[in-house]
């Protein structure tokens, strides 16, 4: 089976040009111009980007959580990140309390084999780090999971001490593995939180101002620190704020290895979207920001202090109590009415997976902020670079996997819960115009999207293996 994709223009992180591609099963076989192959399938990308499919490495699908669970699953979740342009994502595995590693893994793998319709890889995210778990980060490596996370938050139920993720830095780096780290620092939001419950505050609002950037800025530079003496590789993720960009900043300028991430959602919202009646949509962790921090994240992904952006995408629905319409059957799970009477009990986490490179594409490269290069570099080669998956993901090469999305620049649409894929009840870019758009996405020559048409399936999709020794970029 053969696609010949003619006449479009095609971006890489280093180059804009116009060719034609070729595509021959699973895999990009040739680039050049006037391709003429036989028999295979034309489609004419004429006045449209050609771009490799998005990879976001930070997701949370069915992930249980405050009592409940994120309400996209594998298939769900996979179906609206392709519909955004992005063909792979990494989730995590979550170690529970007591449990092997190699348990929590099998635990994800009965969640996502038999629903995956794109790509996917595994982190493993440790909370229990017994001697035995310290003797199975090594096997990890050799099995495609490259890459750990530890949390420095989320006291009492995922945080780890200093100890923990110190140990846990120098095995990773042993083994040629990537260690990863959610940087807030707990036992003060932990106190922070208690003090504010005691003075009766119980609005949204104090979700946030019970985690001070001071909090993620102390973590960050804690985590870069750790990282430097232990001579570990590091990627802080979900980076909100100006200050906890500073410390990356530091320890990248006295050569440490360490990058970071930001989300789309920190470069658009504040304290102040959690302030409205429907506040909660808002709420996750680290917390929405300040409009000075937008200007600064903005800098950083320009000038490679952080060197991608994800999504983080954890949704629940904002009324779990009244069922929404998913493929045509009622779908329902409590959600962030959980937290109605205290902040403390909403569900921490966003939509976002299908959100990230349509807003990014209007917001991002229409308004000049980044170069539609860096946009690919953001979303699909540097995540395939740092996580092992490249040269096969995220990039447009011959020898690659095709995993090809032509994006027409013309097409506008208002972003929407209505229009999304993302199998929740609300949108944070609810009414925001957007201009650009994914219009044909194939994941390994397969058009998974067509317009508005769906041709995936579950069990489509792929567990990736990721090679260790990722790139620090
Ligand atoms: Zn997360």
Same mark, same amino acid.
């Given at each position: 089976m053969k696609t010949l994709i003619k006449n479009g223009t095609l971006v890489t992180a280093a180059e804009t040009f116009p060719a034609d591609l070729l595509i021959e099963d699973n895999k990009i076989v040739l680039l050049g111009h006037e391709l003429r192959p036989e028999g295979a399938r034309v489609v004419d990308a004429s006045g449209k980007y050609v771009l490799p499919g998005g990879i976001d490495v930070h997701?949370?699908?069915?992930?249980? $959580? $405050? %009592? +409940? $669970?994120?309400?996209?699953?594998? &298939? !769900?979740g996979q179906k609206a990140a392709a519909f955004g342009g992005t063909t792979t994502h990494i989730d995590f595995v979550i170690q529970g309390k007591g449990? !092997?590693?190699h348990q929590a893994m099998e635990n994800w793998h009965k969640k996502s084999d038999a629903r995956a319709a794109i790509d996917y890889g595994f982190h493993l995210a440790i909370t229990d780090l017994t001697p035995a778990v310290m003797d199975e980060i090594p096997t990890l490596a050799g099995e495609g999971i490259t890459s750990?996370? /530890? $949390?420095? @938050? &989320?006291?009492?139920? /995922?945080?780890?001490?200093? +100890?923990t993720f110190f140990k846990a830095l120098m095995k990773a780096a *042993? @083994? %040629?593995?990537? +260690?990863?780290?959610?940087? *807030?620092? #707990?036992?003060? =939001?932990? +106190? /922070? =939180?208690?003090? @504010? /419950?005691?003075? %009766?505050?119980?609005?949204?609002e104090w979700h946030a101002l019970t985690h001070p950037a001071w909090a993620e800025a102390e973590a960050t530079m804690r985590a870069v620190a750790l990282a430097g003496m232990a001579g570990a590789p590091l990627y802080v993720v979900h980076v909100t704020n100006a200050m906890a960009v500073d410390q990356i900043t530091y320890g990248r300028a006295r050569g440490l290895s360490v990058m970071g991430e930001t989300c789309t959602q920190y470069f658009f919202f504040t304290v102040d979207n959690l302030r409205q009646p429907d506040g909660s949509k808002w709420v996750c962790s680290p917390p929405?920001?300040?409009?000075?921090?937008?200007? @600064?994240?903005?800098?950083?992904?320009? !000038?490679?202090?952080?060197q991608a952006v994800s999504t983080d995408h954890c949704p629940f629905l904002f009324d779990g109590t009244k069922p929404i319409e998913y493929e045509g059957q009622p779908f329902v799970m409590p959600g962030k009415e959980l937290g109605s009477d205290s902040f403390d009990k909403i569900p921490n986490g966003v939509p976002g997976i299908e959100d990230r490179m349509p807003i990014l594409w209007t917001y991002g490269v229409g308004q000049g902020r980044i170069s539609l290069n860096r946009l690919v570099e953001l979303c699909c080669t540097n995540p395939a670079k740092i996580f092992g998956l490249y040269p096969r993901k995220g990039t447009l090469a011959v020898g690659a996997d095709a995993d090809v999305v032509i994006w027409n620049p013309n097409t506008t649409r208002v972003m929407g819960a209505r229009t999304s894929h993302q199998r929740t009840d609300y949108n944070l870019y609810e009414g925001w115009e957007i201009r650009g758009v994914p219009e044909q996405v194939y994941l390994r020559g397969n058009l998974l999207v067509d317009g508005d048409t769906w041709n995936g399936e579950p069990? #489509? #999709? !792929?567990?990736?293996?990721?090679?260790?020794?990722?790139a620090v970029l």
């Open positions: 997701t949370h699908m069915e992930l249980p $959580f $405050f %009592g +409940t $669970f994120a309400s996209d699953d594998f &298939y !769900s449990e !092997s590693l750990l996370k /530890l $949390f420095l @938050a &989320y006291k009492g139920v /995922l945080q780890v001490d200093d +100890t *042993e @083994a %040629g593995m990537l +260690t990863m780290v959610h940087a *807030e620092n #707990g036992d003060v =939001i932990d +106190t /922070l =939180i208690k003090a @504010a /419950l005691a003075k %009766g505050h119980r609005a949204a929405m920001r300040t409009a000075a921090d937008h200007a @600064a994240l903005w800098e950083a992904v320009r !000038s490679n202090a952080l069990g #489509g #999709g !792929s567990w990736l293996k990721r090679a260790a020794h990722g």
